[in-house]
């Protein structure tokens, strides 16, 4: 589905990523961990078309990013739902509105949408606070709502980065069960975080592959986790 293949990636003239080679294949769960500014934002930025690598091959769904057009990623990137580090919304739309957002974008009849949406805004357990502005909204309903977002247009890929950083233990364990639940439904999920205790908390319930960025290399991590 994304395949990068000895990608390298220079910031200013400074390899952050290199050697980078990586398949996400269909229903795989993968953990992205690594020290902060290690590259991992980057990496999931490339997996997604945001960023074009300096060297090596990016693949989304069988094309090379490359030799592809504009709008031919921006069709890619429907199949792939993304959960940004820092979540954010339009602040004078509601929170039912924001997580409608690429529907309206894909110029997808809302109405048509309504009961998705609403049942979407149920699973991540938002019912009650689908009028709120994202202003009023605490940190785990932003998380929620952005993983809400993320989703609305079925994607065939979740990435999410860093989406347990802001909020408590038990809002984490709640986000994270969110995201096995889309990947039992036949999803393909990365996370990135630097959250361990998250990771070995997910390994009870799913068979989820661990990567760590080193030394700006991508590395399978140990049991030690």
């Known amino acids: 589905m994304i395949e990068l293949e000895n990608v390298a990636y220079n910031y200013g003239g400074g390899e952050l990523l290199s050697e980078i080679s990586l398949k996400l294949q269909p229903g795989s769960f993968h953990f992205l961990t690594g020290p902060s500014g290690a590259g991992k934002t980057t990496l999931l930025?490339?997996?997604?078309?945001a960023l074009m690598p300096t060297?090596?091959?990016?693949r989304l769904f069988n094309a090379d990013v490359r030799e592809m057009e504009r709008d031919d990623i921006a069709l890619s990137r429907r199949r792939i739902g993304?959960?940004?580090?820092d979540c954010q919304f339009?602040?004078?739309?509601?929170?039912?509105?924001?997580?409608?957002?690429?529907l309206m974008v894909a110029g997808r009849d809302l109405l048509a949408e309504g009961a998705n949406l609403k049942e979407l805004t149920s699973?991540?357990?938002?019912?009650?606070?689908?009028g709120a502005l994202p202003p009023e909204l605490s940190g785990g309903e932003?998380?929620?709502a952005a993983l809400a977002r993320a989703v609305i247009m079925s994607p065939d890929v979740v990435l999410?980065?860093?989406?347990?950083?802001?909020?408590d233990w038990d809002m984490s364990q709640r986000l994270l069960r969110l995201l096995i639940e889309l990947n039992?439904?036949?999803?393909?999920?990365?996370?990135?975080?630097?959250?361990?205790?998250?990771?070995?908390?997910?390994?009870t319930h799913v068979q989820a592959r661990v990567l760590r960025i080193s030394n700006r290399r991508l590395q399978l991590a140990g049991a030690d986790l």
């Open 184 to 203: 039992r439904m036949g999803k393909t999920i990365m996370v990135a975080t630097h959250d361990l205790a998250l990771i070995r908390a997910a390994k």
């Open 123 to 130: 699973w991540v357990g938002l019912t009650a606070r689908a």
């Open 82 to 85: 993304v959960v940004h580090q």
């Open 90 to 102: 339009l602040d004078h739309l509601n929170v039912s509105d924001n997580i409608a957002l690429p």
């Open 55 to 58: 060297s090596g091959q990016v």
């Open 142 to 144: 932003r998380q929620r």
């Open 160 to 167: 999410a980065d860093e989406p347990t950083g802001n909020i």
């Open 45 to 49: 930025k490339l997996c997604y078309g």
